[in-house]
């Protein structure tokens, strides 16, 4: 049985390499470390189909060191040991660390990544992991800590024409076809920046053409998934199109929307701490002030589904989604937060007013730190006008609020307290 199209054009080289040119293009951070034959440890976080195993199947060709492999899916903290220990004896003096490469590695339990944490400290293996998760949120801190971060991005509409135009020119079957590319925007909508997606959609396109004269437009492609609606989908590849979906229908006050998308993830077997994170950031980025309970309840829902686990964890997870899709929304904090650290990002780090100073000693008292504050508490309806930004930004306004009726309630009380200070532009 043949490969499959997107295995039998993955890369071999650099020189082969679409994409990710900020990490492997000439000069770039990630190529001169693989090149200079000294690799640390790193993880590549990017989405689904643009190279990370392909990066580190590269890195095991160049290197002469030994290289391990282990997927996260199917291993567990046995194998992980047993590769350290091989690392171990097979390793000699002052040679380079043997490399562990780990596929998928946001599905290690904490168990197995603490397996690895020793290791990695002493240098025994140099760990390369690939996720298509927030290392933040999937990888414990003393390994994240240990490693370098490189994130890939999803390829551009040049980067999958160049594959498209390669694939049917060069690979060993369809180079034997008379394939013509006549319309290449739906092969690009549906791929969505993947270039395993994208080969398998050509591919299966082909496999439905009979004969060798092939004439592909965008008509053909649209009519060849909706016959096959799962073939581009297979084990999900479009986790990130659906969690975009489910997260729109969200913040589009659809709760219809909402439940199916959601229906559609857990039908894929989609983790449901997934689900649930997403809905705590949409709570806090898309509800925020306008309910701040929409961001306790989501929490709730996260604590209930570690608890109670599958199938039942479904539940408070439905509740939840239909209780942010039916809140009135504001992004005043999103934006607040954002607004405030490009300001600090463009003013850098300016001096803290000296009456908002700390004075545990008599030195800083006597150098006026804390004198002239005014105790909120002290005052009438606990509120005393005073400086709380930097000098140079005294008068710069971040928060906006939005008109809900919360936020409302409480522009009505900063008006109150600050008068036109906090009048909205």
Excluded at 25 to 52: N, Q
Excluded at 67 to 85: C, M, N, P
Excluded at 289 to 314: S, T
Excluded at 374 to 393: C, E, R, T, V, W
Aim: hydrophobic residues 40%; contains cysteine.
């Amino acid at each position: 049985m043949s490969e499959p199209l997107a295995e039998r054009m993955r890369p071999r080289s650099f020189d082969d390499y679409v994409g990710q040119q900020h990490l492997v293009g000439k000069d770039a951070v990630l190529r001169k470390m693989i090149e200079s034959g000294r690799v640390s440890s790193f993880i590549l976080w990017g989405p689904p189909g643009v190279g990370k195993t392909t990066l580190a199947q590269i890195i095991s060709h160049r290197l002469e060191t030994p290289f391990y492999t282990l997927s996260a899916v199917t291993s567990g903290v046995k194998d992980v040991r047993d590769v350290i220990e091989r690392a171990k004896s097979g390793r000699f003096f002052n040679s380079a660390s043997p490399i562990l490469f780990i596929d998928e590695i946001h599905r290690f339990s904490k168990s197995q990544q603490d397996s690895l944490l020793g290791a990695v400290e002493r240098g025994i293996v140099t760990l390369i992991g690939a996720t298509t998760e927030n290392p933040s949120f999937e990888v414990i801190r003393p390994l994240l800590s240990r490693c370098q971060l490189y994130v890939l991005k999803p390829l551009e509409k040049e980067d999958l024409l160049q594959l498209l135009n390669r694939a049917v020119t060069t690979d060993v079957e369809l180079s034997k076809l008379n394939i013509q590319l006549k319309q290449t925007d739906a092969l690009l909508r549906y791929s969505g920046g993947d270039a395993r997606k994208l080969l398998n959609i050509l591919q299966l396109v082909v496999e439905s053409c009979p004969g060798d004269q092939i004439v592909i437009d965008d008509e053909m492609v649209v009519a060849c998934l909706q016959q096959n609606p799962l073939a581009y989908d297979k084990e999900g590849e479009m986790h990130y199109d659906i969690i975009s979906a489910f997260i729109k229908s969200i913040r589009g006050s659809d709760p219809d929307g909402a439940l199916y998308w959601m229906a559609r993830m857990i039908e894929g077997g989609e983790d449901p701490q997934f689900i649930a994170r997403r809905l705590v950031i949409s709570a806090a980025e898309d509800i925020g002030l306008a309910n701040p309970n929409a961001l306790l309840l989501a929490n709730a829902a996260f604590d209930a589904v570690m608890k109670i686990g599958w199938p039942e964890g479904r539940i408070p997870l439905a509740e939840a989604v239909v209780y942010l899709a039916t809140s009135p929304k504001s992004n005043s904090a999103y934006l607040g937060i954002n607004h405030a650290l490009e300001i600090v990002r463009q003013t850098g780090n300016q001096p803290v007013p000296l009456h908002l100073r700390n004075a545990p000693t008599k030195l800083m008292k006597d150098l006026g730190y804390s004198d002239g504050y005014k105790y909120s508490h002290d005052y009438p309806n606990h509120f005393a006008p005073q400086q709380y930004m930097p000098d140079a930004l005294k008068d710069t306004r971040i928060w906006q609020p939005q008109h809900s009726p919360i936020e409302e309630r409480q522009y009505q009380h900063m008006l109150q307290c600050w008068g036109d200070k906090y009048k909205n532009e």
